[in-house]
């Protein structure tokens, strides 16, 4: 069909976390913005999230948390071992705490800092649902309601259900995006800069195998966000930027169980005894909580599967103190509802499912990754583990709780004898929450080619340009992914705006 032409000052490519954020900065200093998305919504797979990092803030202040920019910037840098843009770091961490106050401004509200774990810092600054005085899930819903409300305010111009196909570059600048309407009709949007905001490719098995060596659905159980194809890497691509190694943001579930059956789901993520398909221990399960090493663990593995097991005693124990570990976002103390999810399960029982269960798909939820079983040899049977190694590890798993974990140091207090007469058995793999990086930008955001020069007019924020964390998400600092797609929005907003104001231009 015949080509539309419209004109804009800055033409964003994505409506999700970043990319509508990166709107209201560029509109907030005059331009005049389109965004282009994907989908029917803005949000994208921020909305279910419940908060963002931020270093500095008042609520931290006012919580009396320890804990300055330079603390993160020096942890966030010893982490990565200085292989990420240091510059880049440092001015996300800069501007965090200015953000918080940024978005309150827009009718949104906090509850406070919060720890994910309890080894990790107090940088979570969790959105505040309405009619909810806890941390909930989906929370981030709200902001990013506001978010595009402030957009539309100053009247950004918000394209639904269109998909980018191009974007144009004459004379070494960005130039134009080309798309794709519902109708199939395409558009020419001619601009002074793009920002490139599509949240990476989770939801593109070809590209996670590609650029992973990961079979989604077999050895890795990540959340697929409808849409999250990697459109924007691949334009990018196209017209000369640079390539970087992307990563998955790692974690560990139990498909099937996890966000689904939560009492079952957290009781098997506590700190007791995990082995993988050889039977044999290969991580000090104290480290369970920290969910990105536990699924770096597990990728190691055997096609990267590991098994937790626990008995009847441990979960009367249980029973009489609480959970070990509790996570903000489940909430879950207490083994209360066990009786009721382990038939429930057993039976082949739906469930009803709310939050993050929602980006389980179906057949994710129907796989069978939980036993109960009443011998070792039945456990070995239904999971495929070396019956005569698991055997002779429990044997000497047991006997350490006796005495001490001389192979792993586990803490005495998580060590607690696996010994029937009924064991209870969870099959956990890799997950993720999508892939992290792709493109490389400098500290302003600006696409650089593959030379490492800056492509005048071309930006990139979010997932697509999230190089900062290395080789492993930094859960140390809990809700640095859209902590970093909120910032570098904003910065990828502001310094297109400066770029059209430079003698660049």
Known sequence: MSDDHIEAD???????????????????????????????????AANMGMGFFAVGSKYQRAQLVDFTQEDAFRLFMEYTHWRVDARLVRRYIAQSAGTIEWIEGMGVEFLGAFKYFAQSTQTWHIVKAPGSTAPTERAASGLYRALT??????GVQIIYRARATGIRVAGGHATAVEWAGEDGTTTVGECNAVIVATGGFGDNPKMISDHLGFEWGRDLHSFRIPGVAGDGLRLLWEVGAGATTPVMELTYTTPGVTDVFKTLSETMRQPNLMVNLEGQRFVNEEIMNNTVYTGNAIARQRERVAFTLVDDAIVDGYRRTGLDYVTVHHGVRTVDRWDRELEAYLAGADIATSGLSELHTDEQKHQ???FAAGSLDEVAESTGIDAGNLGD???????ACRATD???FKPHRFLRPVEGPTFYVARHFPAGYGSLGGVSVNDRLEVLDRRGLPIPGLYAAGTDACNIFGDSYCFYLPGNTMGFAINSGRMAGYHAVEY??????
């Open 10 to 44: 800055v033409i964003v490519i994505g409506g999700g976390a970043s990319g509508i954020t990166a709107a209201v900065a560029a509109a907030e200093r005059d331009a005049s913005v389109i965004v282009i998305e994907k989908g029917g919504t803005t949000g994208g």
């Open 149 to 154: 409300e402030r957009a539309q305010e100053l």
């Open 393 to 399: 590890t429990v044997a000497e798993y047991n006997a």
């Open 406 to 408: 001389d192979l792993f």
């Open 500 to 505: 059209m104001d430079s003698d660049a231009f």
């Open 368 to 370: 069978r990754h939980f």
